[in-house]
DNA sequence: CTCTCGATATATCGCCCCGATATATCGAGA
DNA sequence: TCTCGATATATCGGGGCGATATATCGAGAG
């Protein structure tokens, strides 16, 4: 789970653990605010199995390792200053970057079907977040996989008899209603994505 | 938030493990199937901190541990049969009753707020689901806290700049409607808490 | 100028939870 | 008889989380 959020942010440039703490609580803290106790490990894990490796980022002077402009990494005017003074400060700073067998991994998380469990929603959020990253016709799976496990779910909701006092009969006809919104929301999704294959591909309905 | 699912659930009467776990995972399965990876280290840590304590339940000549007929163990007739037979079979069964302590300890663990954190959600719906052993008034702090949690969310997340590509624009959205509903359905839990408090006690509002 | 404070940055510890798995008994039916 | 599914308890490895330790750096207070 949590390696699919570091490749896909990774995907786009390398980052420090910091950075990508940050962008996990915060862009795409939509659901999840990722904790160091369980990032850190997941580098390591990501690192062993060869998925990503370490840039040495720091000071800007470093061309090997060209970071973005874009203030992810700040400090490194002052890293320069202090090696003017004599200084060799150079905090612990480790970028990681996506290898090939990375962008691979990435490409099996975000297809495979890890089944209904607990945090369906974290995991369907997330790969939802990095749809873009895949073809067409996988992304409509993802999302009709996702139909069909909610729709499972809500039948078995509505199948089973109503046991309970009255704030466990709320709560379970509230959560109905929500996974029925949910659906109906996918739906719209689906139809979208639908158009937009046929609108790029017209051809398909021709000749297949 | 395992430990409060198994002294709400033996509030009513003693159970064994294996009874417990499909509780928890079919009548309180509204959300949430409860593994024995986590339930029999509960039951351990639970028995270890005094809250609960074993009950010699099996065969139904035990009078010491009146097992309710209501088939919630089943079995007696067999293991009577077998020791007719000049058997001693006895498969090892426990059942856990609550103690005073384990009284003590669900008060505290309904009460207190762990905060507003990854399973929110979890949690609520835990509380909710035993909420008719609190007080009236602990049950609208209950829902109150729940309300004004989900609203802090809500402002957060209307705050936030959008920023990233269609899915996750939609996704956005649809969390933010999704919240609003939430806090539309707690309205109404509060507003019935209120007339049912009104009506039990209506010198409430005379005498404060 | 120094001192402290908050942001940056990495790392670890213990605890909880989960899925998988092992083990064993028992009733029902092939 | 033999197998299958339900009953029943228990453990293992691994992931995630909150708390915590450590260290540097920039900025503002005194």
Redesign the interface.
């Known amino acids: 789970m949590l390696e699919l959020a570091v490749l896909g942010l990774l995907k786009e440039q390398p980052l420090h653990g910091y950075e990508l703490k940050k962008r996990l609580s915060?862009?795409l803290g939509?659901?999840?605010?990722v904790s160091y106790g369980s990032l850190y490990p997941a580098l390591r894990r990501l690192e062993r199995a060869g998925a990503i490796e370490v840039v040495e980022a720091p000071p800007a002077d470093t061309p090997a390792a060209p970071m973005p402009a874009t203030g992810s990494i700040g400090g490194e005017a002052a890293a320069a200053r202090m090696r003017r003074l004599g200084k060799v400060s150079r905090r612990t700073r480790k970028a990681y970057r996506l290898t090939t067998r990375g962008e691979q991994m990435f490409g099996e998380l975000m297809t495979s079907d890890t089944g209904p469990g607990?945090d369906d929603e974290r995991s369907f959020?997330l790969k939802?977040?990095f749809?873009?990253y895949l073809p067409v016709d996988a992304r409509l799976e993802l999302l009709e996989r996702r139909r069909s496990d909610l729709a499972a779910r809500l039948s078995r909701a509505r199948g089973s008899r109503s046991?309970?006092?009255h704030?466990?009969l709320?709560?379970?006809e509230?959560?109905r209603?929500?996974t029925e919104?949910?659906l109906e929301?996918l739906d719209e999704?689906i139809a979208t994505e639908r158009e937009a294959r046929a609108a790029n591909s017209p051809q398909q309905g021709a000749t297949a």
């Open positions: 915060d862009a939509l659901l999840w605010g607990a959020a939802l977040a749809c873009r046991g309970g006092d704030y466990a709320s709560l379970l509230h959560r209603k929500s919104r949910d929301w999704l």
